[in-house]
């Protein structure tokens, strides 16, 4: 079964950072994209960054970019989004997201349930 | 303001058939595919529709996906007291290099 947990959110000053973890499982890690995605109070849905399977290639929305890093650690199974320079305006509940084909011709999505980024002084 | 635009409201009565419009841009919708969640508050979201018309495993019948140009919409048969929820269209964008959200439709069950 497929499980991903996200852990280190909490509450920080603005300009502060945190460094996010996604804990994977139940698939072969390494040979798919992974994506972050957040929700801000009462908002919709946001696209954060998304890292491919090898991590040589990643994207950013233009609200992050230059402040967050996406990096992964395929013999930990584990991805991060680490996140400096923090605004007011990040704060929401992250979630981290695997989709794609799997080997046995199905489609494999899934989300964990998400880690929560207060920014407030 | 979102880059694929969807209505923030729907509504339907039990057994009614429901769409949920997605509407996008040829960098978008007009040359990528068109993926569809479903979104329970406090719990995480789920992919219903992948591929514009594809569903996962476990996902009803009841929900279909169509795309046409440059817009997608999201279909809901025999409505149910348990579909009430957010949904979002997502899909590729060729020229932000990103990933791009509607802003969602919260769908009530009358």
């Given at each position: 079964?497929?499980?991903?947990?996200?852990?280190?959110?909490?509450l920080v000053q603005p300009g502060g950072s945190l460094r996010l973890s996604c804990a994977a499982s139940g698939f072969p890690?390494?040979?798919?994209?992974?994506t972050w995605v957040r929700q801000a109070p009462g908002k919709g849905l946001e696209w954060v960054s998304s890292i491919t399977g090898s991590g040589d290639y990643t994207y950013?929305?233009?609200?992050?970019?230059?402040?967050?890093?996406?990096?992964?650690?395929?013999?930990?199974?584990?991805?991060?989004?680490?996140?400096?320079?923090?605004r007011a305006?990040?704060?929401?509940?992250?979630y981290c997201e695997v989709k794609g084909d799997t080997s046995d011709n199905s489609y494999l999505d899934s989300w964990g349930h998400g880690t929560l980024v207060t920014v407030s002084s | 303001q979102s880059v694929l635009t969807q209505p923030p409201s729907a509504s339907g009565t039990p057994g009614q058939r429901v769409s949920i419009p997605c509407s996008g841009s040829s960098s978008?919708?007009?040359?990528?595919?068109?993926?569809?969640?479903?979104?329970?508050?406090?719990?995480?979201?789920?992919?219903?529709?992948?591929?514009?018309?594809?569903?996962?495993?476990?996902?009803?019948?009841r929900f279909s996906g169509s795309k046409s140009d440059t817009s997608a919409s999201l279909a809901i048969s025999g409505l149910r007291s348990e579909d009430e929820a957010d949904y979002y269209c997502a899909s590729w964008d060729d020229s932000l290099s990103?990933?791009?959200?509607?802003?969602g439709t919260k769908l009530t069950v009358l």
């Open positions: 079964e497929v499980h991903l947990v996200e852990s280190g959110g909490g890690f390494s040979t798919y994209v992974m950013y929305a233009d609200s992050v970019k230059g402040r967050f890093t996406v990096s992964r650690d395929n013999s930990k199974n584990t991805l991060y989004l680490q996140m400096n320079s923090l305006e990040d704060t929401a509940i992250y | 978008n919708i007009g040359s990528n595919y068109v993926f569809w969640y479903q979104h329970l508050p406090g719990m995480a979201p789920k992919l219903l529709i992948y591929r514009h018309t594809q569903r996962p495993s476990g996902v009803p019948d990103g990933w791009v959200f509607g802003g």
